[in-house]
């Protein structure tokens, strides 16, 4: 399998000559992280997840997401397929296991929105906006976010313990801010003897 990093929390999976897209949201303008896809997953409803537009333009693509992201594509009609927490798919030839049912707190007087995370092929893990423990070998790790700090990020890659972990919601980080993530990122991978970094937009792995 072969994992793209796009923009912010956008990251292409393919394998053989089939590819599915999680989270092309409004901060990933890149136009070639859905061609050729045959599904986009979406976690939740948040701008840098979410592109609605992008979605209406390609009526070949069906959608994959939480009931929250569901509510405003109704006129997509049966494009869209509503999960939840426990449902297993097979989507563009991958197994799909959905994980989670909410985003990590964010504001003390805003309840959360719907989050799911998405396992595919039980091998790579993309939790969206949250904090999700499950037991991968590959894991999409949320670098920066407004409601996550380094303590943060480093508890969660201690409770998975995943053998690899790139870095993605990078988006809002400047250059200075990329080296901390980099350097966190380094001494994590280190400490578990496993490969944690970061891939540059449009930068791949292999797995």
């Avoid at 956008?10 to 000559?17: F, N, T």
């Avoid at 599904?39 to 070949?60: C, G, K, Q, S, W």
């Avoid at 997401?65 to 009609?77: D, I, K, N, S």
């Avoid at 490969?195 to 937009?201: D, I, K, N, T």
Wanted: glycine share 10%; with cysteine.
């Amino acid at each position: 399998m072969r994992i793209t990093k796009y923009g912010h929390a956008c990251v292409r999976l393919e394998k053989g000559s089939r590819a599915l897209v999680i989270d092309p949201g409004v901060m990933t303008p890149e136009p070639e992280a859905l061609e050729g896809a045959e599904a986009v997953l979406i976690t939740h409803e948040h701008f840098d997840h979410f592109a609605p537009e992008r979605l209406r333009e390609r009526p070949d693509l069906p959608v994959y997401t939480c009931p929250g992201v569901a509510r405003h594509l109704t006129e997509l009609g049966d494009r869209v397929r509503v999960v939840k927490d426990g449902d297993v798919l097979d989507v563009a030839g991958f197994r799909v296991a959905v994980l989670g049912e909410k985003h990590h707190v964010s504001h003390p007087d805003m309840p959360p929105v719907d989050n799911v995370g998405f396992l595919v092929d039980g091998e790579v893990f993309h939790p969206g906006d949250a904090l999700t423990v499950v037991e991968v070998p590959t894991l999409l790790v949320p670098g920066q976010a407004p409601w996550m700090t380094v303590p943060d990020l480093i508890r969660y890659l201690r409770a998975v313990k995943p053998r690899r972990a790139y870095a993605i919601h990078d988006g809002l980080l400047n250059e200075w801010g990329l080296k901390v993530l980099d350097g966190v990122l380094a001494g994590e991978g280190e400490r578990a003897a496993a490969e944690f970094r970061r891939l540059p937009v449009g930068g791949s792995a292999e797995i």
